[in-house]
């Protein structure tokens, strides 16, 4: 349970059984390594697993504390192998736009996280993480002083007004919806068509701005959660006077230490200085180097040639969000000097084969391929014990309620795959139902999945059509409602510590529309139910009640195979510093990088 109204101490510890690590981009892109010892693994991901607190305005206000060593000036190289799959605030729910944006846009509030990984929530725009009345029904946030968007522009509550009422137009398809369906129900954009760009507006009783400064929040219901839902990338501001519509995803207005100078859509882009950006203003950030020169197409192998390397720019290069490619691995952890440049961790991404069950109707074909599909094989491509561990269900270590015994297709004793089970269910399956269409990204990793997933499933009887997806606008594809494929593999992690953030968003009913991540198409009253029940909840009693559902979903519906955990081993140049891993993004912590010299 929470209170706002007093401010007396540093942080209020929110309560949220047992919390985990957060994140504010939640489907997975390209890349992830880590260590060689599962369980030591799984056990430092479980201690990840921290109560998140609220600070009050000491702890949100500016500047930064300064990382040890850093220094000004020069240009961080920027390697990654797809492009972003959207620029545009609404449209951000992939860790790839969501680690430029924290480069480029603030939000109302924002994670902030010291060198123990201890993670709290910090005002970001607003001047706290937000004060509760009403038994957390009402929220209200104040804006700080000095905030202006890259133009000078001051940054008004009428700001985070429209941005908040243009999630509700129909071009903002990709992000996230917990605020929308929050304020206005899961049909939302009924209440507010037009995104707000008309005449009419949310009324005050639902989202009010009394003055400049002031945002307030009205939910029918507690919203314990809604500073961190807050402090997501898809929920960053944009000036209501320079919103393009459509067109603001490829030129986005900045209110962050940088902005965008050049962008060659899936080929570079050029950050640099912000020079609107007020440090006093912002306890998070940082503005070491001068420039981020983005270079996109960079294959993984390259990447890792070039750091193992480490000459001329390379020296100042960095991961965005590839990591060490698999083949390469050994050369990176045999050489000490290497190795010291090395970040890694758990991530709470869980990779899962994907079915489209508005084409996948035979739930044999479904038991079938989950017990056919070799994790041990998807997991060597990925890097071996650097790369994942197998995942026998949904629920990740790093999330409250992570069951790692609880293994309904037998995974973990078998992790390539039970070829003699998956073919038993089939044998009275229809040859015309063998056919299963599957789409992967064309990049170095989609390419091994592939082949890893077309070798497990023809093993069985299976005919596998496999077709390239543009990897850049990947999950934009299979997120489609009408999309021409049966199966793909995708990647989910909570927003935040409960398991809500994972059974909701991909598996609710309700949200089975264009761009949810629901993309299993999942429509099942059981499921609806539970996941309604356990939205009343408090988070100790939710927890059995999200059990329920795990289980449910992956024993009666068989929505998705799980496939593996992921992990991150990244690697950077030898000029590069204030390198750590960060457990918000479970990538390398952007916001504190500087160059030595």
């Not at 905030?147 to 509700?168: C, F, M």
């Not at 459509?246 to 050049?262: C, L, N, Q």
């Not at 197409?297 to 100042?316: F, W, Y």
């Not at 543009?470 to 593999?489: F, R, V």
Request: with cysteine; proline share 6%; hydrophobic share 35%.
């Amino acid at each position: 349970m929470m209170s706002h109204s007093s401010r007396t101490a540093r942080a209020v510890v929110v309560a949220l059984a047992a919390g985990s690590l957060v994140l504010t981009a939640c489907s997975k892109n390209e890349g992830g390594k880590s260590g060689t010892d599962s369980k030591k693994d799984q056990k430092e991901a479980s201690v990840q697993s921290k109560a998140v607190t609220y600070a009050d305005s000491a702890a949100s206000t500016g500047p930064a504390e300064e990382v040890p060593g850093a220094k000004s000036g020069g240009t961080i190289t920027v390697y990654q192998e797809a492009g972003l799959s959207h620029l545009d605030p609404g449209q951000i729910y992939v860790n790839d736009a969501g680690q430029v944006a924290n480069l480029l846009f603030r939000r109302l509030t924002q994670f902030q996280e010291d060198d123990k990984g201890n993670v709290s929530v910090v005002g970001d725009l607003a001047t706290d993480s937000g004060k509760s009345t009403d038994g957390g029904k009402t929220w209200t946030f104040t804006l700080k002083d000095g905030i202006k968007d890259e133009k000078g522009n001051p940054i008004t509550s009428a700001d985070v007004r429209h941005s908040v009422e243009r999630t509700y137009a129909k071009f903002i398809f990709d992000g996230p919806t917990y605020l929308q369906s929050w304020l206005s129900g899961p049909d939302y954009r009924k209440a507010l068509p037009d995104g707000g760009f008309g005449s009419k507006h949310l009324p005050a009783s639902v989202l009010d701005t009394p003055d400049d400064k002031t945002v307030v929040f009205h939910f029918g219901t507690a919203r314990p959660d809604l500073p961190q839902t807050l402090a997501m990338a898809g929920y960053g501001i944009v000036p209501e006077k320079d919103d393009t519509r459509e067109r603001y995803d490829k030129a986005p207005v900045s209110t962050g230490p940088y902005k965008i100078a050049e962008n060659k859509i899936g080929k570079a882009m050029k950050l640099v200085k912000n020079t609107n950006w007020d440090p006093k203003t912002d306890s998070v950030r940082h503005q070491y180097a001068d420039a981020f020169n983005i270079q996109f197409g960079v294959t993984e192998s390259t990447q890792t040639k070039r750091l193992i390397a480490d000459q001329g720019d390379n020296k100042n290069a960095i991961q965005l969000t590839n990591g060490v490619e698999s083949t390469q691995i050994q050369d990176v952890i045999g050489n000490p000097e290497v190795s010291k440049r090395t970040v890694k961790g758990y991530q709470p991404f869980v990779m899962q084969l994907s079915f489209n069950l508005d084409r996948v109707k035979d739930k044999k074909v479904r038991e079938a391929v989950t017990y056919a599909v070799n994790s041990k094989s998807l997991i060597a491509g990925e890097g071996g014990a650097y790369g994942g561990d197998v995942a026998p269900n949904y629920f990740a270590p790093t999330l409250p309620g992570y069951e790692p015994a609880y293994d309904p297709f037998g995974r973990l004793k078998t992790p390539q795959g039970n070829i003699a089970k998956a073919q038993e269910i089939l044998k009275d399956v229809p040859a015309s139902e063998k056919t299963l269409v599957f789409a992967y990204a064309n990049s170095e990793a989609g390419q091994k999945r592939k082949v890893a997933i077309e070798d497990a499933l023809t093993k069985v009887g299976l005919k596998i059509v496999s077709k390239e997806v543009d990897s850049a606008s990947y999950y934009e594809q299979i997120g489609k409602l009408n999309n021409p494929y049966d199966m793909y593999i995708s990647g989910w992690g909570q927003d935040w510590p409960s398991p809500g953030t994972v059974v909701t968003p991909i598996f609710d009913g309700t949200q089975v529309t264009d761009g949810s991540p629901n993309y299993s198409h999942v429509k099942d009253p059981k499921v609806d139910a539970l996941i309604k029940k356990a939205l009343t909840q408090e988070p100790t009693v939710a927890a059995a009640t999200w059990k329920e559902a795990q289980h449910y979903l992956l024993e009666n519906v068989i929505p998705a195979a799980p496939l593996w955990y992921t992990k991150q081993f990244q690697l950077s140049g030898s000029n590069v510093g204030g390198t750590r891993y960060g457990s918000v993004s479970s990538l390398l912590d952007i916001n504190r990088l500087y160059l030595k010299s």
